[in-house]
């Protein structure tokens, strides 16, 4: 199975950088529109951002909002939306009832996607 989805992997990137020379023309122009709309909107609109954040994040002020933020948000995250299904959550929920390490060989063997042999050891 591996072997037939690399073999059509192959096959479409193969197809597809025929068609790209093919039109080479048409492609080289696709990119200058890209890399200009790029330098012109894209990049001039995310610059404050950028800007903004790693200021915040230098000066210590995204640590800070985030520990002043972690209390009133931090249950709403974890019970009322219950938006993990993974181990963040079970150790929020262990940690919650006071248990400092939870850890078990088939819960590691779980996260790893290795299902080992009930009869071995």
């Known amino acids: 199975m591996v072997m037939i989805k690399r073999v059509l992997a192959l096959l479409g990137s193969g197809t597809l950088a025929i068609l790209l020379l093919r039109q080479a023309e048409t492609a080289a ?3 200058r529109d890209g890399v200009q709309l790029c330098l012109t909107s ?5 610059f404050p951002f950028f800007a903004v954040s790693s200021l915040l994040v230098a000066l210590g002020a995204a640590e800070a909002a985030g520990r002043a933020l972690a209390r009133p948000f931090g ?5 009322r939306i ?3 299904s993974d181990e963040v959550d079970t150790g929020i929920k262990c940690a919650n ?4 390490l939870l850890s078990t060989k ?5 996260h790893q996607h290795v299902f080992p042999s009930p009869h071995k050891e």
């Open 29 to 31: 122009q696709a990119v």
């Open 42 to 46: 894209v990049i001039p609109a995310l």
């Open 75 to 79: 249950r709403l995250q974890d019970e």
């Open 82 to 84: 219950n938006m993990y």
């Open 97 to 100: 009832k006071g248990y400092t």
């Open 106 to 110: 088939l819960v590691k063997s779980w």
